[in-house]
C-alpha cells in the first residue's frame, strides 16, 4: 500500500500522478489530504480506484478525512465527493457535525461571490446538493 498525508489535494494528485501507484504494483491508497478532498475522490473514481473505507478526525477546530481505497470502479455522485461515500452511508454525530461545517462555509463562500456578483450557475450548487441531503 502507499500512505500520503498533511498535503494539499492538489500536490497529492499531482504525487499519485508522478507516482503512479499501480504501475509500481501498489493496490491500496490511503489518503488524507488537508484541502480539496472532494478533488481528490473525484480523481480516485476517474482513475480507477474505488473508496472502500474512510475515517473523520477532528483535532484543532479543523475536520480531516481519511481515504482508503483499492483497484477497481467506482461512480461517484457529487454528494460522495463531497461528504464521502463511506462516510455517508456510516453516519454518526461526528460526520453531521463534518456536514453542518462544510455547509456553513460553503454558505460563506456563497455569500462573498454573490457579493462579488458573480453568475449563478445552472447546475445545482454544491451548498445546494449538501442542503438537499439534511
Do not use: C, S, Y
Request: aromatic share 6%.
Amino acid at each position: 500500500g502507499m500512505r500520503v498525508a498533511g498535503i494539499g489535494g492538489r500536490a497529492m494528485i499531482a504525487l499519485l500522478e508522478r507516482g503512479a501507484p499501480v504501475e509500481r504494483g501498489i493496490d491500496t491508497l490511503v489518503l488524507q489530504a488537508n484541502k480539496r478532498v472532494p478533488d481528490v475522490r473525484r480523481w480516485l473514481a476517474g482513475h480507477d480506484w474505488r473508496i472502500d473505507d474512510e475515517g473523520l478526525v477532528f483535532e484543532h477546530g479543523r475536520f480531516f478525512p481519511i481515504v482508503r481505497a483499492r483497484r477497481g470502479e467506482q461512480v461517484l455522485e457529487r454528494a460522495d465527493e463531497l461528504l464521502g461515500p463511506v462516510l455517508r452511508r456510516r453516519g454518526g454525530p461526528l460526520f453531521e457535525r463534518f456536514v453542518a461545517h462544510t455547509r456553513e462555509w460553503m454558505a460563506r463562500e456563497q455569500r462573498a461571490r454573490h457579493a462579488a456578483g458573480a453568475a449563478e450557475p445552472d447546475r445545482p450548487t454544491d451548498l445546494e446538493i449538501i442542503e438537499a441531503l439534511l
